[in-house]
């Protein structure tokens, strides 16, 4: 029997509720509109054409929304594909929670809320903590239901927190090893780095960039929100915290060539670079490898340069 999307094979038809996870538009050579849908469940997703699409199709195919398929498991290019039959947003669709369709992180929200925030109580320096603890508390909700991403790495429900928990385990780790490295700093620029997706995703089920996060991004939006809050906080406009942990945010992604304003000049800036590198890729290739079976080769991974690993049989 099977117990989820990732069971379907090349050949199978499928007969239930996916969820639409990722939606873009495109016009055949003839000129005819169509959807590209990304369909799934919490165990696996597959993508599917949505043909002749209309107005009203557009506005209502949109990503976050449980629809009823039938449809074929087809072939295309060497990966699965959904041939749709029949697709529809019923009242028994309505009826399911988007977010019971997603994966979901291996660690209970509960779990990564109380090491966040006994991080937060355990730094040093109060301008820090006060300025880590007035945006958890800002996002207290968004923060542990978001994703990470949109597909490449942490895309899931809890992703975020997920992500940022991880990450600030390697972080100690890395304090510990090298102790002139400053902790609050750090640990701050690990929790802040990425909160800025909250505003850049629709919402937890749907990762479609909102005006701003198209325009602006989630950089930009976090190093200016920094500021704000701590305006909000009486700190004075010229302390080097408030600068510091701005710095880490705007240069977290290494370049500008992936997005950042500044490279790193700082050591605690750097070293957050390559725990976020480490993450988000060590978590990209641990899903291609968990759906690939001993002796084999997992799908190509857009986030490793697009290479194929092997996965070993012993």
Same mark, same amino acid.
């Given at each position: 029997? $099977?117990?989820?999307? $990732?069971?379907?094979?090349?050949? %199978?038809?499928? %007969? &239930?509720?996916?969820?639409?996870?990722?939606?873009?538009?495109?016009?055949?050579?003839?000129?005819?509109?169509?959807?590209?849908?990304?369909?799934? %469940?919490?165990?696996?997703?597959?993508?599917? $054409?949505?043909?002749?699409?209309?107005? *009203?199709?557009?506005?209502?195919?949109?990503?976050?929304?449980?629809?009823?398929?039938?449809?074929?498991?087809?072939?295309?290019?060497?990966?699965?594909?959904?041939?749709?039959?029949?697709?529809?947003?019923?009242?028994?669709?309505?009826?399911?929670?988007?977010?019971? #369709?997603?994966?979901?992180?291996?660690?209970?929200?509960?779990?990564?809320?109380?090491?966040?925030?006994?991080?937060? #109580?355990?730094?040093?320096?109060?301008?820090?903590? &006060?300025?880590?603890? !007035?945006?958890?508390?800002?996002?207290?909700?968004?923060?542990?239901?978001?994703?990470?991403?949109?597909?490449?790495?942490? %895309?899931?429900?809890?992703?975020?927190?997920?992500?940022?928990?991880?990450?600030?385990?390697?972080?100690?780790? /890395?304090?510990?090893?090298?102790?002139?490295?400053?902790?609050?700093?750090?640990?701050?620029?690990?929790?802040? +780095?990425?909160?800025?997706?909250?505003?850049?995703?629709?919402?937890?089920? *749907?990762?479609?960039?909102?005006?701003?996060?198209?325009?602006?991004?989630?950089?930009?939006?976090?190093?200016?929100?920094?500021?704000?809050?701590?305006?909000?906080?009486?700190?004075?406009?010229?302390?080097?915290?408030?600068?510091?942990?701005?710095?880490?945010? /705007?240069?977290?992604?290494?370049?500008?060539?992936?997005?950042? !304003?500044?490279?790193?000049?700082?050591?605690?800036?750097?070293?957050? +670079?390559?725990?976020?590198?480490?993450?988000?890729?060590?978590?990209? /290739?641990?899903? !291609?490898?968990?759906?690939?079976?001993? &002796? &084999?080769?997992?799908?190509?991974?857009?986030?490793? *340069?697009?290479?194929?690993?092997?996965?070993?049989?012993?």
């Amino acid at each position: 029997m $099977k117990q989820g999307f $990732k069971d379907y094979s090349i050949g %199978d038809t499928f %007969d &239930g509720f996916l969820l639409i996870k990722n939606v873009t538009r495109g016009t055949t050579s003839t000129g005819a509109p169509y959807l590209n849908l990304r369909l799934g %469940d919490a165990t696996a997703n597959m993508d599917a $054409k949505f043909w002749n699409a209309t107005e *009203d199709d557009v506005a209502a195919y949109t990503a976050g929304t449980v629809v009823e398929v039938k449809a074929i498991v087809s072939e295309y290019r060497g990966a699965p594909q959904l041939q749709l039959q029949q697709i529809a947003i019923n009242e028994a669709a309505k009826q399911k929670d988007p977010k019971d #369709f997603m994966e979901k992180a291996p660690v209970s929200k509960d779990e990564l809320q109380e090491e966040i925030e006994q991080t937060i #109580f355990n730094m040093q320096n109060d301008t820090i903590r &006060g300025i880590v603890r !007035a945006f958890i508390e800002r996002y207290n909700y968004e923060f542990f239901v978001y994703p990470a991403a949109t597909t490449i790495h942490h %895309d899931f429900v809890s992703g975020l927190a997920y992500h940022t928990v991880s990450m600030l385990r390697i972080a100690k780790s /890395l304090c510990d090893l090298y102790p002139v490295l400053n902790k609050d700093v750090l640990y701050a620029g690990v929790i802040l +780095h990425d909160i800025g997706k909250i505003h850049e995703f629709t919402s937890a089920t *749907d990762t479609t960039r909102t005006r701003n996060g198209s325009l602006l991004g989630h950089i930009p939006i976090m190093t200016a929100e920094i500021r704000e809050v701590a305006k909000e906080l009486s700190i004075e406009k010229e302390s080097e915290e408030v600068t510091l942990l701005q710095h880490m945010v /705007l240069s977290h992604h290494g370049g500008p060539e992936w997005g950042s !304003a500044r490279t790193p000049l700082i050591q605690e800036a750097e070293i957050l +670079h390559y725990i976020d590198m480490v993450d988000a890729k060590m978590n990209a /290739l641990s899903k !291609a490898l968990n759906k690939t079976d001993p &002796g &084999g080769f997992t799908e190509k991974i857009f986030a490793l *340069d697009n290479r194929s690993f092997y996965k070993p049989l012993i």
